[in-house]
C-alpha cells in the first residue's frame, strides 16, 4: 500500500519568497514522513474541496492569532489575523471531522478546531483572572520542555505518551476558551488551567495538542509517537476508503 497522504496546512506564501514552499513546514513535513506518511501542503489559495478528496489524514499546523470575528468575539488581545488561512483551515477541519477523517492539531490547530466546531478562544492568556494561581509562561521562544500539563488517565494522549504529567515546551498566548467545542473534550491542562489537549468524544480519530511535538522529537523521541498515531489512522482511512 501507498504511503497515507496527510495534508499539512500553512499560510500562502508568494512563489517569489520560497523556493521550496515545504521549508515553510519543514519540522512537520519531517515528522509526518517519518512516521510513515506523505506530506502534502495546503495554502489558502488552493481550491479545497478537490484536495480534501486526495489526502488521508489532516494536520492543523502551528501559527498566528485567529480573528476573534470567526468565533464571535470583538479582539482583546488578538494580533493581526490572517483571514484567508483562518477561512481556509476552518473549513478544512469541518470537512475532516465531518467524513471521519483522521486529524492531528497543533498550537494553533487546537485552536482552530474549537472554533471551526463551535468554541471560543481566550485571546491574550496573561489577561485570563487565575485566581490565587498563577499563570505559567507559555510564551518561551525556545524548545524546550517549558511546564508540565497534567493528561487525563485513560485518554488516547496519556496511552500514546504513557505518562500522565509529561513536561511539554510552549509558545503560544492564545488558547482553547471556555466555551468548548460540542464533540471535544479536554484531556490535558496546564496547572494554571491552560487547556493543553482535546480530544474527539467516541473515540473519533481527532487529536489536538497545544505544545509543539514536531520540535521535541530530535531531543525527545517519545513524541513521535503523536505523528506515528496519525499516520497509523491516516493508513486505517485510506484503506477504509479504497484508495489506491
Known sequence: ??????????????AREAQDKRDTARSYVAEVERAGGQARL??????????MKKIDGL????????????????????????NARDRMEIAAARMAVRHTMPVLAICRGIQVLNVALGGDLIQDIPRVDCG??????HRDPQNTLSHAIRI???????????????????RHHQAV??????????????????????????GRPVLGVQFH???????????GVIFKWLAAQARRYRRLNDKS
Request: charged fraction near 25%; charge should be positive; aromatic fraction near 4%.
Open 1 to 14: 500500500m501507498k504511503r497515507p497522504v496527510i495534508g499539512i496546512t500553512v499560510k500562502a506564501i508568494p
Open 42 to 51: 495546503i495554502a489558502p489559495n488552493e481550491d479545497l474541496r478537490s484536495v
Open 59 to 82: 494536520l492543523l499546523s502551528g501559527g498566528g492569532d485567529v480573528n476573534p470575528n470567526f468565533f464571535g468575539a470583538r479582539p482583546d488581545g488578538s494580533e493581526p489575523a490572517d
Open 132 to 137: 490565587e494561581r498563577k499563570h505559567l509562561n
Open 152 to 170: 487525563e488517565p485513560g485518554s488516547l494522549l496519556a496511552r500514546l505518551l504513557r505518562a500522565q504529567r509529561p513536561k511539554v515546551n510552549s
Open 177 to 202: 476558551g471556555p466555551r468548548l467545542a460540542k464533540g471535544l473534550l479536554v484531556t490535558a491542562r496546564s496547572t494554571d488551567g491552560i487547556i493543553e489537549a482535546v480530544e474527539m468524544n467516541g
Open 213 to 223: 511535538p514536531e520540535n521535541l522529537v530530535a531531543k525527545y523521541p517519545r513524541y
